[in-house]
């Protein structure tokens, strides 16, 4: 089944009642049972819920994956994914990662007697030599949040397998649409499922998707255990948003193109960071590894803070806001807003200054975005 197709149908058969085409919310907490110990499947929503299942089953199948866990956030995915280690373990991280990431790592994690070591995933000979006696998992963007760095999902795969780690991908900007790193040997991939895969902002949630039966046992019980749950409203908007994940990928690309093309040219702007130039780092792995290379743009401006503020606020289509993946743009400012948690030393060593501004191209006309940002840039 290609992938549109399975958007639209895989865990959406019509209900059995009355033939409902669309799966229906099921928003109730539990389940009436015939007898002790007898149910149809369902005996209470942490557990399972109807349009849950629904919604796991479709994104399992658009990842290439057997098994999918859908959670209240991303970060509750994240969180719940390290549910499979103990104290003492070491973790090796991709270094520009999301900020909430970093922040939980460090202040959560690293407090409860977690080890981590955060490198250039995209230098994988950065990854070998990290490794320790105690490391048991890689975790990596690709793209990056918001350098868009990119990995060799393969290459770092065969690492992990080497010294028995488990991997996880973080396959939030790119989606299942543009890749899916399970075929490139990830263990597991997580998602913000508010973004691309909602695609409407008008939700929070979080996925994870494997093949490994072990490791899906684990997570499930952890999920249930802990409650990390969506509701089945979100469940719902979210299984609705995969339904047009293709068609919309494909524009969000379209525009992205456009707009690095003409950002490019422009005199304000230093250096545009797209995974998709051939003249940004790793490319033709990105070429390998992804069918699409998606709508998140950095850029670095001829100027600082202050000339940063001034284009963030002074555009009208590209909305100032966190986050990213909706049909509308977004404009964003990571050192003061999605990466303010990371140090600020830390942040400039890794290129986080304060002249680099992230995209999320949107769906609208690419003229009036072009157009936008143009009239932005003259603020300075």
């Known amino acids: 089944m290609k992938f549109e197709t399975a958007a639209i149908h895989v865990g959406q058969e019509p209900e059995e009642v009355t033939g409902a085409i669309i799966v229906p919310i099921f928003q109730t907490a539990t389940y009436a049972q015939p007898a002790i110990g007898e149910h149809k499947g369902y005996e209470y929503s942490r557990t399972h819920n109807p ?21 209240a956030s991303g970060m509750a995915a994240a969180s719940t994914t390290m549910t499979l280690l103990k104290q003492g373990d070491h973790i090796i991280s991709s270094d520009d990662v999301y900020g909430g990431i970093f922040r939980v790592f460090e202040k ?94 008008d939700v929070v949630g979080g996925a994870l998707v494997t093949s490994n039966d072990q490791l899906h046992e684990r997570l499930a019980f952890s999920q249930n255990a802990m409650g990390t749950i969506p509701g089945p409203f979100d469940s719902w908007l979210i299984l609705r948003g995969m339904k047009t994940l293709g068609v919309r990928m494909r524009q969000h690309e379209a525009n992205a193109k456009a707009v690095v093309d003409h950002l490019k040219s422009h005199k304000r702007v230093k250096t545009v960071l797209y995974p998709g130039l051939p003249e940004f780092p790793n490319h033709d792995v990105a070429k390998k590894q992804m ?31 966190e986050s990213l993946g909706g049909v509308e743009s977004l404009i964003e400012h990571p050192a003061l807003m999605t990466h303010a948690s990371i140090p600020r030393e830390m942040r400039e060593s890794r290129g986080l200054g304060d002249s680099l501004i992230r995209l999320s191209v949107g769906i609208e006309h690419a003229d009036d975005l072009i157009a936008d940002l143009d009239q932005a840039l003259a603020s300075f």
């Open 108 to 201: 959560v994690f690293r407090e409860w007697g977690f080890d981590f070591t955060f490198v250039n995933t995209s230098d994988l000979s950065e990854i070998e030599a990290a490794i320790k006696p105690t490391t048991k998992m890689l975790w990596m963007e690709t793209p990056t949040n918001p350098l868009l760095k990119i990995t060799d999902l393969k290459g770092a795969a065969d690492i992990a397998k080497r010294h028995n780690l488990i991997s996880v991908v973080d396959n939030t900007f790119a989606s299942p649409y543009f890749q899916r790193p399970l075929e490139h040997g990830a263990d597991i991939v997580l998602h913000s499922t508010s973004k691309f895969l909602n695609g409407h902002a």
């Open 291 to 321: 069918s699409g290379f998606g709508s998140l743009i950095s850029f670095y401006i001829d100027g600082g803070e202050g000339e940063a503020r001034s284009i963030c606020k002074s555009t009208r289509v590209f909305r100032l806001a």
């Open 51 to 71: 349009t849950r299942t629904a919604m796991q089953e479709c994104l399992a199948a658009l990842e290439g994956g057997r098994h999918g866990l859908a959670f």
